[in-house]
């Protein structure tokens, strides 16, 4: 009988604690229906009014270089993410054009690339260090095609901080979905 309290016990206990860990702990939610995305952000982090390509951006309010953004941009008619290349060939291309744009004031490497297939759509995940006047970054960035356009979720944050955002910055990264 005192076995059967304690296994119960434990069960339950395991249940509660479960409850209080999950995926996306430290995250909320933006959408953008119009535009057809959504993805998950640090609790505490603002949105902010940048001038220029980004659809959207968000930023820590303490970090205030520490964000995450939407970019899209159009794509040829009926071109898909493999038509572009593989995750190597297009990380590698933006990585080279973001070089080129710079003149000479960064040097951006690319670290990792991957392909993920959800359902019928293909994103690549493209992890860049990137070698700035101002210091090195880390940056994470998920890009699909979809409805004419490359959708580009891009994650950065200075390198010495890359260790205590990493887990959090790979959820949101993760968390990048177009419908």
């Not at 995926?23 to 640090?42: K, M, N, V």
């Not at 951006?108 to 359902?119: F, P, Y």
Request: hydrophobic share 40%.
């Amino acid at each position: 009988m005192l076995k059967r309290i304690a296994i119960l016990f434990g069960i339950v206990l395991t249940i509660g604690l479960q409850g209080c860990f999950s995926f996306g702990t430290g995250l909320q939610s933006y959408t953008d229906s119009y535009a057809g995305y959504e993805f998950l952000y640090p609790t505490g982090w603002v949105e902010v009014d940048v001038s220029g390509a980004a659809n959207v951006v968000f930023h820590d309010i303490i970090h205030e270089t520490e964000n995450v953004s939407v970019v899209t941009s159009p794509v040829p008619e009926g071109r898909t993410l493999a038509d572009l290349g593989s995750p190597t060939d297009v990380g590698y291309k933006l990585s080279k054009s973001i070089n080129a744009l710079a003149e000479g004031d960064r040097d951006v490497t690319l670290v990792n690339a991957q392909k993920i297939d959800s359902g019928d759509k293909t994103y690549y995940i493209l992890e860049y260090v990137a070698d700035l006047p101002t210091g090195k970054r880390h940056n994470l960035a998920s890009a699909i095609v979809r409805r004419g356009k490359l959708f580009t979720f891009n994650a950065s944050t200075s390198e010495n901080r890359w260790d205590k955002v990493e887990d959090l910055l790979k959820q949101s990264v993760g968390s990048f979905k177009v419908y």
